[in-house]
């Protein structure tokens, strides 16, 4: 089975403190996904990697930074957390192919910023 | 962005009732489709792909209308626990690594 990690399941932190958000996935996939999920909104995409080293912008990146440096692991960074930044945070994978790319996602961390 | 919507519910059923929801969405190009079904409090889950022909899995079925644009899930004698939130989701791209496209959910209560 296919199993994605997050480095924690609840988090709280500070205005202004940095804060790093891990996810590792086991199967070797190429592509990873940051997503916040809050009420109301539902699953939005934060960046996104489709290979080491690579990233992109996804529909809200801002205030948010990301970090590919091995294939399995991919890092999200709120420089600077906020208030506005409390959310449910989910990292996903998929493998690249096409045209069925089912996203496997990890447990979530929630992070309460105060 | 392309644009997934879903009644957000709750759809309150008893158990062993039959329910159906539906999603409509807005890109016309798009080229698979998929249920997800997050519980309280957990990640989201694949339940099923949908093919243009329909697919069906023990007591659900999945339905692709390609030309009104929604696809569609059934749940037959439901269970209390097929309780959670049934996210439909779009891919736009063909497989491309940012071409899904989540609906916000339709929350589902069966209740005893």
């Known amino acids: 089975d296919v199993k994605v990690t997050q480095s924690s399941r609840y988090l709280v932190k500070r205005t202004g403190e940095k804060v790093f958000l891990e996810c590792v996935q086991d199967m070797d996939h190429e592509n990873m996904f940051w997503y916040r999920q809050d009420p109301g909104l539902g699953l939005r995409l934060i960046y996104f990697s489709y290979d080491v080293k690579m990233k992109e912008k996804g529909d809200i990146p801002e205030g948010y930074s990301v970090s590919r440096e091995k294939k399995e692991r991919f890092s999200l960074i709120l420089e600077s957390a906020s208030t506005n930044q409390t959310s449910m945070y989910l990292c996903?994978?998929?493998?690249?192919?096409?045209?069925?790319?089912?996203?496997?996602f990890g447990p979530g961390t929630r992070l309460t910023v105060l | 962005r392309k644009e997934v919507e879903q009644d957000p519910g709750p759809f309150n059923v008893p158990e062993g009732a039959t329910v159906a929801f539906n999603c409509t969405y807005s890109n016309s190009a798009s080229q698979s489709f998929f249920w997800y079904r997050q519980d309280c409090r957990k990640e989201p889950k694949l339940l099923m792909s949908v093919y243009s022909s329909g697919n069906e899995d023990g007591r659900f079925t999945a339905q692709l209308n390609r030309a009104s644009q929604y696809i569609s899930l059934l749940i037959r004698d439901s269970k209390l626990s097929d309780s959670a939130t049934y996210l439909c989701v779009v891919n736009d791209s063909g497989g491309g690594a940012d071409g899904l496209t989540f609906g916000k959910g339709t929350h589902l209560i069966i209740q005893p």
């Open positions: 996903a994978s998929s493998p690249r192919l096409a045209p069925y790319n089912e996203q496997f």
